[in-house]
């Protein structure tokens, strides 16, 4: 079993509760606009780091990071984009990927909206964890935390940070 903590959407910007919720963490996964190198050093200090960059990231991000990951954890197939939707309005850019060979979890990130959903049709679970970061118009700064145990996605927690703006 592999505990992971999940974040999107950090802009850039560090909070030191990332490092207090992801501590148990075996491996933190980022779905994407990073921001800095900052940001992902410092997570990597915690755990093992699997990220994607979004379309706020550039230059040393753009060069370490893919658009779009897929890996295995512990059973599971995994599948990472940043601008990826969700079930039933999937990006266009990813749908051909999700409907030939659907993973059994789908997370992506950009919209700043926390959303788990199942998709029946595809199987697959779908996870946008939120954003991190300040920027954005989100209400509140979200993590997740979960576990792979097998094929199965267990024990989610949703972590609310704070309110948007506030530090």
Known sequence: MKRIGLISDTHGYWDERYAKHFAECDEIWHAGDIGSMEVAERLS???????????????????????????????????????????????????????????????SGHSHILKVIYDKTLGCLHINPGAAGLQGWQKTRTLVRFNVDGREFKDLEIIELAARGER
């Open 45 to 107: 200090e915690i755990a093992l780091l699997r990220a994607v960059c979004g379309n706020c990231d550039g230059g040393d991000l753009r060069r370490l990071y893919p658009t779009l990951l897929r890996f295995r954890c512990e059973e599971a197939d995994i599948l990472i984009k940043h601008i990826g939707g969700y079930p039933g309005n999937y990006d266009r850019s990813i749908r051909g990927t999700l409907f030939v060979r659907p993973p059994q979890l789908f997370i």
